[in-house]
């Protein structure tokens, strides 16, 4: 699995900041490449601890994208 969580509020990804690493917003998925996470258990708590009701943020599975399973 390869796993990025997206605001569905602003479309923007959490991923790790270029200065310091920790997990920050980012509007460019080229930005965001450094966000991809491998385990949902990691996804999970990133979720967990980053993100806020309002963000109505979503786990995405980039492996199921463009496949039978592909988010609809």
Same mark, same amino acid.
């Given at each position: 699995?390869?796993?990025?969580?997206?605001?569905?509020?602003?479309?923007? /990804?959490?991923?790790?900041?270029?200065?310091?690493g920790?997990?920050?917003?980012?509007?460019?998925?080229r930005?965001?490449?450094?966000?991809?996470? /491998?385990?949902?258990?990691?996804?999970?708590?990133? /979720?967990?601890? #980053? #993100?806020? /009701?309002?963000?109505?943020?979503?786990?995405?599975?980039?492996d199921?994208?463009?496949?039978?399973?592909?988010?609809?």
């Open positions: 699995m390869r796993l990025l969580i997206q605001s569905m509020n602003t479309g923007r /990804f959490l991923a790790p900041s270029m200065e310091g920790e997990p920050v917003w980012v509007s460019s998925l930005e965001a490449g450094g966000g991809v996470v /491998f385990e949902m258990d990691q996804a999970q708590q990133l /979720f967990h601890d #980053c #993100c806020d /009701f309002e963000d109505q943020a979503i786990v995405i599975d980039l199921r994208l463009g496949t039978a399973n592909d988010y609809m």
